[in-house]
């Protein structure tokens, strides 16, 4: 997440906070949901074929954010506006979505299937080098990092379409820096049968360790970065079906981060023979409409990603990108990160 506390807090008043907040928090939480039974909804219709919208919710609970709830219901609302003109997203990714109010965007999207991260419960595998267990022996509790796991992954993939099966996993538990250890982040893969496809498609959900925000020196939150970059590479290597396609989305907390970068990419090119496209840029002087100012905003900030890896069977090409969540009229926001749907084809490849 983007820092469970904000950096501006002195040390006593964080530490009072996290230990006046625990409580609420563990209670807010206990009942987090998993896969739930299937929601009626009309037939997708309107523009055909997949797409997958990514979007960090900003769904922190007290006492990390404030007066939360409207502008969830609000993003609620709105994919199921969206749905009744039938140009709803057909797979989402929501990223922070701990708090009820963050939950209920599914009910009240219409999306008929669900997938949800790993709960606060489920533990990670153990820490593995000598180096990652020094870097475990320096945790801090004023910053989080002996709390706990407060929170669940806030990790959610919604679908139109059928999900065939799920994986999930949680990263290591020292494995994380700062306020983004009290919650217990991870991964989901939802295999969706797209109709009309050549087959169906694996598609990844993640939130990585955010740098700043995480309340410690960027050392230590990019060397928590890298274990989680690692845990996605036994991840993948572990559940993706080797030929099957893939979307690897959701908020990478890269940045300006070129270290970042190069970690996530080398890890992804393991999984494709080559380091994949990304789809806002793919869609860069490609798409008919090209990239909207929100869409150009958040390639800009280079935390929120989908990359694209084609399958033996299928091919993954962009038609369009849309932002149904970014600048309001007023200049406001939902959320502080756009939310954005690429439009894709999967073209049978030839045999």
């Known amino acids: 997440m983007d820092g469970i506390v904000r950096r ?3 040390r006593r008043q964080g530490a009072l906070v996290l230990l006046l907040g625990s409580l609420l928090l563990l209670l807010a939480t206990r009942g987090a949901a998993r896969e739930q039974p299937a929601l009626p909804h009309p037939a997708p219709h309107g523009d055909a074929g997949l797409s997958v919208m990514t979007y960090n919710v900003e769904g922190l609970p ?3 954010r404030f007066g939360r709830g409207d502008a969830l219901a609000r993003i ?9 003109t039938g140009a709803q997203p057909r797979v989402v990714l929501l990223q922070e979505a701990f708090s009820d109010d963050a939950k209920a965007i599914r009910a009240a999207s219409g999306h008929r299937y669900a997938a949800f991260g790993p709960d606060d ?3 990670g595998p153990p820490t593995r080098s000598p180096a990652d267990r020094a870097f475990a022996a320096e945790a801090s509790f004023l910053k989080g990092e002996r709390s706990g796991k407060l929170l669940d992954s806030g990790l959610v993939i919604l679908s139109d379409y059928p999900i065939l099966s799920v994986r999930r996993a949680a990263f290591p538990a020292a494995a994380c820096a700062g306020y983004d250890c009290l919650a217990n982040k991870g991964m989901v893969m939802a295999v969706v049968a797209v109709p009309g496809a050549p087959g169906p498609i694996a598609v990844v959900n993640l939130h990585l360790n955010s740098k700043r925000a995480s309340g410690v020196a960027i050392e230590r939150a990019d060397a928590a970065f890298r274990q989680q ?3 996605l ?9 080797p030929g099957m396609p893939m979307i690897v989305g959701g908020d990478f907390n890269i940045g300006r981060s070129a270290a970042r970068r190069t970690m996530v990419m080398e890890v992804l090119a393991r999984h494709h ?9 793919a869609c860069t002087g490609v798409c008919r409409d090209g990239l909207s100012a929100d869409a150009r905003e958040a390639r800009r900030r280079a935390k929120d990603w989908q990359f694209l890896i084609p399958g033996a069977a299928a091919d993954l090409t962009v038609r369009r990108i849309a932002t149904p969540f970014g600048r309001e009229a007023d200049g406001s926001m939902l959320s502080d990160h756009v939310g954005y749907t690429a439009y894709l084809t999967m073209a049978a490849n030839p045999a």
């Open 62 to 64: 007290w006492p990390a």
């Open 273 to 281: 023979g080559t380091a994949p496209a990304d789809a806002l840029s």
């Open 233 to 241: 590479d036994r991840f993948l290597a572990a559940n993706h079906v």
């Open 76 to 84: 609620g609302e709105r994919l199921a506006a969206l749905r009744a």
């Open 8 to 10: 501006g807090l002195s």
């Open 229 to 231: 970059v690692a845990a």
């Open 121 to 123: 419960a489920l533990a």
